[in-house]
């Protein structure tokens, strides 16, 4: 009997390479569950998902069985013989990867997949937060034409200091594409960074980075240590009228240390493609018609979508090939690879 792979949420563009990629080497099983409960009592014997060993997962899947938490890895690895994970996804914070290290379980994300549609999101937010776009487009639609629209509060690219905390793929295409302009670079992650262009600069601190930058891009996971590591200090030594700009998690910011200052006029914009408790959205954030809000589209595209798709199942045919896959996160890499930086 073939190991298999149990298919957590759809595979929409690359059907055709799934069946290609396993066959002979594991048989695919996709979820048939409606409930958790149903999901974690199906790995026995005749159950629908018997002789699993990896799973593939989107955040899709979580409206059915719920986040991957620490119950739901504690009771996976009691009723399963599951021991590979792969997120199709850079951002794999729905899974709680402290159980997996516990319970002897590896999980792999698709770093590299999104850079540059999480980029060039990245790149649409800080114009239109700088000149306003958002703004003037929806006035335009409302019939106003460019009456709220102020030339005095919109401000060009061009010359401007571009902060990037967390100097990972992401934030090096974003680097490459605002250098064009030119602005200039400054960044701060875990480490100095190897392999950058010169005009990259690396300041010593995150405070070293607020103070210097006019515009503040996030591209750090969310972790323990990233939780709220965006609080009042670090906006507050922020330039007054400084831009703030998340593509990565909502939960990185204070919300309330943001909206606080958007309603002083210390931030003068925020261009925003994550939020704290989505799909839900403060409505608060709304009343700032500067502000350019996206619905966490930033890192779906045809291009994108297709390859993280290839890059998780990729993962997991090595996986069952070899023992151990490619793209283990950061957290789990102890003893088989270099972790990589923010």
């Known amino acids: 009997m073939l190991p298999r792979v149990l298919v957590c949420g759809e595979i929409e563009y690359v059907q055709d390479e799934l069946e290609e990629m396993f066959r002979g080497i594991a048989e695919i099983v996709h979820l048939v569950s409606k409930s958790r409960s149903h999901f974690l009592s199906s790995f026995g014997p005749n159950g629908p998902y018997e002789g699993t060993v ?27 013989k ?18 997996c290290k516990e319970r002897g379980m590896l999980v792999s994300n698709t770093p590299r997949a999104n850079e540059d549609a999480t980029a060039t999101t990245t790149l649409y937010l800080m114009i239109s937060c ?8 929806r006035s335009l639609r409302s019939g106003t034409w460019k ?24 934030g090096v295409r974003f ?19 190897e392999s950058v262009p010169d005009w ?37 030594t922020l330039r007054r009228g400084s831009v703030l700009l998340n593509t990565s998690r909502g939960r990185i910011v204070d919300q309330e240390a943001m909206i606080r ?19 839900h959205v403060d409505l608060r954030l709304l009343t700032f018609p500067q502000c350019t809000l996206l619905p ?35 957290e789990l890499k102890t003893g088989i690879g270099n972790s990589t930086m923010l």
């Not at 401007?160 to 793929?169: D, E, N, Q, V």
């Not at 405070?207 to 965006?230: M, R």
């Not at 979508?305 to 070899?322: I, P, T, W, Y």
């Open 54 to 80: 990896a799973l593939y997962r989107r955040n899709t899947s979580s409206a059915v069985i719920g986040k991957f938490d620490a119950p739901l890895i504690h009771a996976l690895a009691d009723t399963s």
């Open 82 to 99: 599951v021991r590979w994970i792969a997120q199709s996804s850079s951002g794999y914070d729905e899974i709680n990867v402290q159980a």
């Open 130 to 137: 700088l000149r306003r776009f958002s703004m003037a487009e």
């Open 147 to 170: 009456t709220p629209c102020d030339a005095a509060q919109t401000h060009d690219v061009t010359g401007r200091t571009l902060g990037i905390f967390g100097l990972g793929g992401i």
């Open 175 to 193: 680097a490459h594409l605002a250098h064009a302009f030119p602005m200039r670079i400054i960044y701060f992650s875990r480490r100095k960074a």
């Open 200 to 236: 990259c600069e690396y300041v010593s601190s995150l405070e070293e980075l607020c103070k210097q930058a006019d515009v503040l891009s996030l591209h750090v996971p969310l972790n323990q240590s990233t939780a709220g590591i965006i609080g009042e200090k670090e906006i507050r």
């Open 261 to 279: 200052a958007l309603e002083d006029g210390h931030l003068s914009s925020v261009g925003l493609d994550v939020y704290p408790n989505e799909p």
């Open 296 to 330: 966490h589209i930033g890192g779906v595209s045809a291009e994108s979508s297709r390859a993280k798709e290839l890059q998780a199942l990729g993962n997991l045919k090595a996986f069952v090939l070899g023992g151990v896959g490619e793209d283990i996160v950061p």
